[in-house]
């Protein structure tokens, strides 16, 4: 039994690739109906977003694990596989839990250590628990990455510094008027940054936006997405003063904004402060208008300075994490190759309780004359000698589960404790059930029996 993760995201494939692999929120289910149809997978989670769509499986082939997951996103999303495997990259067992751990970390996004993907992480991982198309794999692997993102944002400062321009600007405004709820935004020019930098703001509080752009019908239609005024580009100079916050980005040859008319504005301001954000090349904005008092004027070159101190910051914090994470997948790597030592001690505990009950029934019937208190005390002393004869072997497998060569010492377990018989009548329930739920169209599995069937199958794999 192997673990895999196959996609593709903003590094991989572009974007007129990424959307055709996008995943409808209502089709989700069925997809991962048939994900879990699909030959070979016991486990599957789909984490589908604007900048990726992978695919987790726990498969029981390695050598044809991706063959599976690559048939069904070509039969799902009706895309040949001629046509996006170069896009596709696989992980496979300890690389895709590492991966799934840097993914819900926010160390593979495009912005780095951002904190959306951590909610679609968990997201997904609930659609399929809900849906029976996780067990004991997944439930555990996908509720240890949503603990240790969660924890990695909390004990880091990955994500407290801006790393986009229009963050970078929304950040100097709170130093400047540490709210923006009773601040006036002016965006000068309808370009996209203006426009994001502006709906940054707004999202922080900023409740009433003047647009003023060089033809009123283009001012018209941005100021429509912040139920804002529309201005020409006379009436934005005549009303600047009322401007807590002026965006430029106009592309216009020389100054729109000269020292004079920031000059006036300042005047009826009565010295509150303006904050001038200049984002055009060649500048809106005279660089003069930045030494009139109270008056904070960034241009482009500001901004992403900040930006890229902010990135250095969480690059720093970024390497931290990954010490997280690779002592997380050190630990799940052991919890994982202990998984098959639980079959393995109930098979002996049981196979000892019964050489016990036969021994002792045997040993009774030859003393008739013992009383039930000396019965009583027989059975306890010699259930507690057999207790403590099979502690130790039980003690060493678990520790020896853990090591590379872990799955030779179950092998060894089971030959020297005699116990073929039980591990071969397990491995025969296990492919019954395999073979039961990847033919069945009546019914799914529950997520118990799924949870049976990888524990008997990680038995199986192990013991081969």
């Not at 160390?107 to 399929?128: C, K, P, Y």
């Not at 239609?221 to 807590?244: C, H």
Request: with cysteine.
């Amino acid at each position: 039994m192997h673990l895999i993760a196959v996609g593709l995201n903003y590094r991989t494939a572009p974007v007129e690739i990424r959307e055709r692999f996008a995943l409808a929120e209502g089709d989700t289910v069925k997809a991962l109906q048939t994900l879990k149809r699909t030959t070979g997978i016991l486990e599957g989670v789909i984490v589908a977003t604007c900048n990726r769509t992978e695919i987790y499986a726990v498969v029981d082939r390695q050598h044809l694990c991706g063959h599976y997951v690559r048939a069904f996103m070509e039969q799902w999303f009706r895309i040949p596989r001629q046509e996006f495997n170069q896009h596709l990259y696989m992980h496979e067992d300890d690389q895709a839990v590492e991966h799934l751990f840097r993914v819900a970390c926010g160390l593979d996004s495009m912005v780095l250590g951002e904190t959306q993907i951590l909610g679609q992480v968990r997201d997904a991982f609930l659609q399929a628990q809900e849906n029976g198309a996780t067990g004991t794999i997944f439930n555990r692997l996908f509720k240890q990455a949503v603990t240790l993102a969660k924890r990695a944002h909390s004990e880091t400062s990955i994500g407290e510094n801006a790393v986009s321009v229009s963050y970078a600007a929304v950040e100097l405004g709170k130093r400047i008027f540490g709210r923006f709820d009773d601040k006036t935004v002016m965006i000068v020019g309808a370009g996209k940054m203006s426009e994001l930098t502006a709906r940054n703001l707004h999202a922080n509080g900023a409740q009433r936006v003047f647009v003023a752009g060089r033809t009123l019908s283009r001012a018209e239609e941005l100021a429509g997405k912040f139920k804002g005024n529309a201005l020409t580009m006379e009436e934005a100079l005549n009303r600047l003063d009322e401007a807590d916050i002026v965006i430029s980005s106009t592309g216009a040859e020389g100054f729109v904004l000269d020292r004079s008319s920031v000059e006036r504005a300042m005047a009826r301001r009565k010295k509150r402060p303006l904050f001038l954000i200049d984002i055009a090349v060649p500048r809106d904005i005279d660089p003069a208008s930045g030494d009139i008092p109270n008056v904070f004027l960034y241009d482009i070159d500001d901004l992403e300075g900040i930006v890229e101190g902010n990135l250095e910051k969480r690059r720093k914090e970024a390497a931290v994490i990954e010490s997280m994470i690779a002592e997380e997948r050190e630990a799940y790597r052991e919890w994982y190759a202990t998984l098959g030592v639980s079959p393995l001690i109930r098979a002996l505990q049981e196979k000892a309780a019964a050489i016990h009950e036969s021994t002792l029934e045997s040993m009774l019937r030859k003393l008739p004359e013992l009383d039930e208190r000396e019965r009583k005390v027989i059975r306890k002393l010699t259930k507690s000698m057999l207790n403590q004869m099979i502690h130790d072997p039980i003690l060493r497998i678990k520790e020896l589960a853990a090591e590379k060569k872990g799955e030779e010492a179950m092998n060894l377990f089971v030959q020297l404790f005699a116990m073929e018989n039980e591990v071969s009548r397990l491995k025969e329930q296990a492919g019954t059930d395999r073979k039961s739920r990847q033919t069945s169209e009546l019914q799914e599995p529950t997520g118990a029996a799924r949870e049976l069937e990888t524990l008997l199958t990680r038995l199986a794999s192990a013991l081969q």
